[in-house]
């Protein structure tokens, strides 16, 4: 994988050319100062936010002198910053996609934070939740960090203009979300998206499912996409149809699901559901589905919803953190 790849994945790179088959989407370019912003590792403070303070304002100096925290003048107080020209774009932006968006950067969307907003979704309606979403996101933070960790060109790392990708919010049902692996122009593999969930319908429907994803395919983006070697994401709806969500480069950096990356580089062990004989005639990618409850996983999310030294003390995984949380209790105790 290299670095020209990660940049053909980027959403403002493929939009314009499959802008018929996706998501209504409006990308708008992210200011430095806002990016400094999310990237700052101080104490979340969101900015963006439409409500008015909840506080009523001194009516005198006495009352003023009482409301001071601290009189030392080494103490940073914590204010939001405010980027009023980006917040107006922002919400004429959501507005135009009817009031509530799904938000992105170039490539990834913070998808291991959902469980901190208050809606436990991804689903936006201001600035403000936006940016609590994106400062609590490992991913969003990867895309500014690190977009080209496990390219194996040593060029220089191009320059890359940050943009804010609002899409408009449609409920999708995880069970109806593919993965779809293309090497050489071939779609050699499709794989459920939401692995961790049996769904029976998938089981009972595979063969018509691959068949549209093959059909779409082959109509909207073979020989189309700027590499040969990509992954795209899908969304089939109720009546059948398919929709274009998303590209992602053609290696390590993006999860092969029920796949291995050793299987699809290699092609190997790559058989389908369905018999050589029906995939020779029908050409068909091999798929890949939760065939039962039996394999059901928890959600490869939930490891981002707490601190880790908070998972290594409830599974007991490191002693030395166990010891010290029942030396402090202890000590607590003995205090009161």
């Avoid at 806002?34 to 104490?43: A, M, P, R």
């Avoid at 319908?201 to 093959?214: G, L, Y």
Wanted: glycine share 4%.
């Amino acid at each position: 994988m290299k670095k020209e790849h990660v940049l053909h994945c980027q959403f403002s790179a493929w939009y314009p050319l499959f802008r018929g088959v996706t998501i209504k989407s409006v990308i708008l370019p992210l200011p430095q100062n806002v990016k400094d912003y999310l990237l700052d590792d101080g104490t979340l403070v969101v900015s963006g936010r439409d409500d008015p303070p909840t506080h009523s304002q001194p009516d005198s100096d006495d009352e003023a002198e009482e409301i001071q925290w601290s009189d030392d003048e080494n103490t940073a107080t914590l204010t939001a910053p405010e980027f009023p020209e980006f917040a107006t774009q922002v919400q004429e932006a959501i507005n135009s996609l009817g009031g509530s968006v799904f938000p992105k950067l170039n490539w990834s969307a913070p998808r291991d934070a959902y469980w901190i907003a208050m809606n436990s979704s991804l689903k936006c309606k201001t600035l403000s939740d936006i940016f609590l979403l994106f400062k609590s996101s490992d991913f969003i933070t990867r895309d500014f960090t690190q977009p080209f960790v496990h390219c194996t060109d040593d060029s220089p790392d191009p320059c890359i203009e940050y943009e804010l990708v609002l899409r408009k919010w449609c409920e999708l049902i995880p069970g109806a979300e593919f993965r779809c692996f293309v090497k050489e122009n071939k779609l050699i593999g499709i794989s459920q998206r939401d692995y961790t969930q049996y769904y029976d319908h998938i089981s009972k429907q595979k063969e018509e499912i691959c068949r549209c994803i093959q059909d779409f395919f082959k109509k909207h983006i073979q020989y189309k996409f700027l590499d040969e070697d990509f992954v795209f994401d899908i969304y089939r709806d109720s009546r059948g149809k398919v929709w274009l969500i998303d590209f992602n480069p053609f290696g390590e950096v993006t999860d092969s699901l029920l796949f291995t990356w050793e299987e699809l580089i290699s092609e190997n062990n790559l058989n389908g559901d369905f018999s050589e004989v029906d995939a020779q005639e029908q050409d068909s990618p091999a798929f890949r589905c939760t065939n039962s409850e039996v394999t059901v996983q928890p959600s490869p999310y939930l490891s981002y919803r707490l601190p880790k030294d908070f998972v290594d003390l409830s599974t007991g995984e490191d002693a030395h953190k166990l010891i010290d949380f029942l030396k402090l209790k202890r000590n607590q105790q003995e205090d009161d």
